[in-house]
Structure formats: C-alpha cells, structure tokens
C-alpha cells in the first residue's frame, strides 16, 4: 500500500529505517534525551495513570515544554503497553489501541522536536527524534507524511538535495494514496511548498514553479480563497518566501537588496 507508515524506499534510505530494537539506537536516544531534557528534581514522584499522563502532556505541549510532553507520553505509552487490549478513549482513532493512539501523539512531539533540533543545527539529534517518530507513527499515513518532510529539511540541511527529493516524491505519493481515499483533511501544500525550495536549489526552475503554483491552489482551496493576480510579487512570490523559510534556504534579494517580504 503506497505510503504505508513502516515502507521504506529503497537502500538510499535504509541508513534512516526506525532502528528502534537496536541498541546503537537506544543509546542515541537516551543520550539525546539526557542532554535535552529538564527534569525537576524538587518534584517528587507521582503515581498517575496513563490517561493523566497525556493530559499532562497536552498541557506541557500548549506551554512549549515539548520535552516534558515528550517525557509525559513515554510513561504513558509504557502504561498502555503494560495494559494491551484497551480501546481509544478520544474516539478520534477509528478503533485503533490507546497505545497507538498514544504513540502518534508522541511521534508528533518528536517531529516537533526534531525541527527545533534542526534549527539549532543539532543534526545528529534530529536525525535521532525522526527514526523515534517514524518508528512511533506506523499505520498514520498523514503523520507519515510529516515525517518524511522533516526528513527532507534533515537531508537538505545536510547537503543531500537528491535525497531530500526521494523523501518528498514518497511524502507525494503517501498524500495522493489519502486523498485517493477520501482523506479530504490533510493538505499537503508544505511538501509542494518544499518540493519548490529543492528543486530551486537543484535548477529545476520549470519543476519548481509547477509545484509552487500546486502548493498556491492547494492553500486556496483550504482558505477558501480565490486566486489572486499579482504578477509583480503577488502568492508566488509568497510560496516561494514559505518554501525556503520552510527548509531554511536563503532567502532570494529583491530589488532593492532586501529580502522577500513574507506576509
């Protein structure tokens, strides 16, 4: 099934397959995670349920505390798989195992994270909260396609502009798999939108601007707004803004050497 949330891509990929059961793996995570993560030691420890857990979670994530999120989602997924065989308890996941539900959430902070890394240039410990993700968000195909993005924006980073693309041609393929389903609720204007930033990088001037005008009726539909014509600096010149900001490209001069605006 394209797009499936454990599929793999060919042996250019293989270096960034989960890994999760392996303890060179293991050991970069709970390295990463020591470095990172704060943890009060004037609070003494309380015995909570799973369900309290990820309602701390939620609470550390709306403040910005990704790592205490991401601490709060660990002990509550290690809970939910202490107690296999529970139902979703939000109703939201068709069916799917409070574990799950509790690994896509977690996956999620992780993505979060793993930009923030990214921004910081700590690409090893990018690299790292990726595998988490996409070890953590199998059977979620628009988390999937989230992960793959960020994995572009990591291999970009890096200098690997063809690496980046194949990471994106799967992200494509994973969204058109769930718009063919009828997923009408994910919108895939970012992975246009980084597609655009690539190929500009690659010269492929005449790819980059068919995926930025897909990524401009993409954001439309989803606003609910015509198209405007601008032809001097008008929503193409503001895709094209979003995509570098998005994988961190410079930013094109205008003409009077300033950058682009970026409504």
């Not at 891509?9 to 303890?23: L, Q």
């Not at 930025?212 to 010149?237: F, Y």
């Not at 503001?238 to 570098?244: G, I, R």
């Amino acid at each position: 099934e394209a797009g499936g949330a454990g599929s793999s891509f060919g042996a250019e990929a293989e270096d960034d397959a989960p890994g999760d059961g392996s303890s060179r793996f293991g050991t970069q995570y709970r390295e990463l995670v020591a470095r990172y993560r704060r943890r009060p030691s004037s609070v003494p420890a309380v015995q909570r349920s799973a369900q309290e857990l990820e309602e701390l979670a939620a609470v550390h994530r709306g403040q910005g505390e990704l790592w205490q999120a991401m601490r709060e989602l660990e002990g509550a997924l290690a809970l939910h798989i202490r107690t296999p065989g529970r139902g979703s308890q939000s109703g939201r996941g068709g069916g799917q195992s409070a574990a799950v539900e509790c690994g896509w959430r977690l996956a999620d902070v992780c993505n979060s994270l793993a930009m923030q890394l990214l921004q910081d240039s700590d690409c090893a410990g990018c690299c790292t909260l990726l595998k988490c993700a996409q070890a953590h968000g199998q059977g979620n195909h628009a988390l999937y396609a989230t992960t793959l993005n960020n994995f572009a924006c990591y291999h970009r980073r890096n200098g690997n502009l063809k690496l980046a693309l194949a990471y994106l041609s799967r992200a494509v393929e994973t969204e058109a798999a769930m718009t063919a389903a009828g997923n009408e609720t994910h919108r895939p204007a970012d992975t246009h939108l980084n597609l655009c930033a690539v190929y500009s990088e690659l010269h492929s001037h005449h790819k980059a601007m068919h995926h930025a005008k897909h990524a401009l009726r993409l954001l439309r539909e989803e606003l609910g707004l015509p198209m405007p014509s601008a032809p001097h600096g008008g929503p193409l010149a503001h895709a094209h803004a979003h995509a570098h900001l998005k994988l961190g490209l410079p930013m094109p001069s205008a003409p009077h050497g300033g950058p682009l605006a970026h409504a």
